[in-house]
């Protein structure tokens, strides 16, 4: 260990009990921010003495040495002090991975319930099962993106704002923990596959597909958990090859405007290997997510053809 990294440790073991060198140039400690106590937990804390950041596993964040000891109170007199006469560690990297090896633990900084959703009626176990959390230090609910096979390859943001271009893919975000992610694109994935997926390979079942993330996880909380989000009204040519080798039925249900009417019908055209209906939106209903549940559950009994949701649009655009 250099003299430089010996210091930075040094401004830890003052308030991290238990502070011992773990894997590599790791070191894990009992976390101070939530009040860990030595001898009644597992230590949750790491610090990293190559890349000069510390890291919470039980969602106290993450960050650097000033960053730690803001969170656990100091004053800014104290905090620039420190900052000065402690040099960042000179082998400071960021860890590069490919897209599908982000670490779980990753998720820890986020494992907050988002309110805005519990106040929208939605359950504590409905955010659990899918890991929606909250990214406190920005104010945007988190929805983490899995492959087919369940690995975590991408998180994304939702601002605090209605306005287009709301949802942050997370980069630059994740490098405040150490870690460089490739750019993820949504469209080479589908929200939730890996959890229906699993579901299919016992369960003979349709596939539904709404746009969002808020759209599925309704569907989720109304008991219909066969449901996958294209993040988007589009669908890619990955997607495609994702659904087409998933199932053999796909129930369309996108938002009720000129965007999603249009996107069900390429979709319907794109799809030639799987039959297509539609969960047709009613006057009044936007996005799945305004049905009552009740209301949801009987619409998706009754799907109808393309060709029939294609004459109700067009009926309800002459009137």
């Known amino acids: 260990m250099t003299r430089s990294e010996r210091n930075f440790l040094a401004n830890f073991e003052k308030y991290v009990p238990g502070l011992r060198q773990g894997s590599g140039d790791n070191y894990m400690g009992f976390c101070p921010i939530h009040g860990e106590v030595q001898g009644k937990s597992k230590p949750s804390l790491s610090v990293n003495v190559e890349t000069g950041l510390w890291f919470c596993f039980a969602g106290c964040g993450g960050g650097n040495l000033r960053s730690f000891l803001t969170k656990v109170g100091e004053s800014k007199a104290v905090i620039d002090r420190v900052a000065k006469h402690t040099p960042v560690p000179k082998r400071r990297r960021i860890v590069e991975v490919e897209a599908d090896e982000i670490p779980e633990r990753l998720l820890g900084v986020f494992d907050w319930c988002p309110q805005q959703l ?79 997926a699993k579901e299919l390979e016992t369960q003979r079942k349709p596939v539904f597909v709404v746009e969002g993330f808020k759209a599925a996880l309704w569907f989720c909380q109304a008991g219909i958990t066969n449901v996958v989000a294209l ?31 249009a996107g069900s019908l390429k979709i319907s055209q794109k799809l030639q290997a ?12 936007h996005q799945p997510d305004d049905f009552a549940l009740e209301e949801l559950q009987d619409f998706c009994r009754t799907p109808v053809s393309i060709s029939e949701a294609k004459r109700q649009w067009l009926r309800r655009q002459s009137q």
Request: aromatic fraction near 10%; proline fraction near 4%.
């Open 118 to 196: 519990l106040d929208a009626g939605f359950s504590q176990k409905v955010l659990y099962d899918n890991d929606v959390g909250f990214d406190k230090k920005l104010s945007r609910v988190t929805y983490p993106v899995r492959n087919r096979f369940g690995k975590l390859v991408g998180i994304v943001g939702k601002q605090p704002t209605s306005e287009f271009g709301k949802y942050k893919v997370y980069t630059t975000e994740l490098e405040e923990y150490g870690i460089r992610v490739p750019t993820f694109s949504k469209g080479d994935h589908l929200w939730r596959i890996d959890k229906v």
């Open 231 to 261: 993040m988007g009204s589009y669908m890619t040519d990955a997607q495609k090859t994702l659904i087409e080798g998933m199932t053999s039925q796909v129930i369309l249900c996108l938002d009720n405007d000129d965007a999603g009417h």
């Open 274 to 285: 799987v039959r297509v209906y539609v969960v047709p939106l009613p006057e009044g209903i």
